[in-house]
């Protein structure tokens, strides 16, 4: 998938891998593998149509606010029965706030187009690291 031939003289600047694919910054464009259980896209942005370089996260903070009350309802309930239910459904719940954070890296062109990345499978660092690449490599054209 990404052994696409480059281009004369490209040169690979950063990849970052994610769950559903790759995306390739290089000296002359960004490009993207994207993968689906039915489907594949390739995109290919030159650096010179590039306007903005966005992340954006979705965070579901009512997951830890259950949590914290199954893990009272575990500690004040009357049975063990209660106490066991109680407590599993707040050991699943806190896993679930920190696995449930949708984002995406959202590379957009002069003309409205973009290459949008699922961030599962790097974290956020790593996507503000590609996006402050990205910017570098476009500044050094003008």
């Not at 993207?32 to 965070?59: A, F, R």
């Not at 239910?85 to 957009?108: D, E, N, R």
């Given at each position: 998938?990404?052994?696409?031939?480059?281009?004369?003289?490209?040169?690979q600047i950063k990849t970052t891998q994610a769950d559903?694919?790759?995306?390739?910054?290089?000296?002359?464009?960004?490009?993207?593998?994207?993968?689906?259980?039915s489907s594949s896209i390739y995109h290919s942005m030159?650096?010179?149509?590039?306007?903005?370089?966005?992340?954006?996260?979705?965070?579901?903070?009512?997951?830890?606010?259950?949590?914290?009350?199954?893990?009272?309802?575990?500690?004040?309930?009357?049975?063990?029965?209660?106490?066991?239910?109680?407590?599993?459904?707040?050991?699943?719940?806190?896993?679930?706030?920190?696995a449930l954070k949708p984002g995406q890296l959202k590379?957009?062109?002069?003309?409205?187009?973009?290459?949008?990345?699922?961030?599962?499978?790097?974290?956020?660092?790593?996507?503000?690291?590609?996006?402050?690449?990205?910017?570098?490599?476009?500044?050094?054209?003008?």
């Amino acid at each position: 998938m990404t052994d696409t031939p480059m281009l004369p003289d490209e040169v690979q600047i950063k990849t970052t891998q994610a769950d559903r694919g790759t995306i390739m910054l290089t000296n002359f464009r960004v490009r993207c593998w994207l993968k689906g259980s039915s489907s594949s896209i390739y995109h290919s942005m030159p650096l010179e149509k590039i306007s903005v370089c966005s992340l954006s996260t979705k965070s579901y903070p009512i997951l830890l606010l259950l949590a914290v009350l199954f893990g009272l309802g575990a500690v004040l309930a009357p049975t063990v029965a209660a106490k066991v239910i109680a407590g599993s459904i707040c050991v699943v719940l806190v896993p679930a706030y920190f696995a449930l954070k949708p984002g995406q890296l959202k590379i957009t062109s002069d003309s409205g187009a973009s290459i949008a990345v699922p961030t599962r499978g790097f974290n956020s660092e790593e996507a503000v690291k590609f996006a402050d690449a990205v910017c570098a490599e476009f500044a050094k054209l003008r």
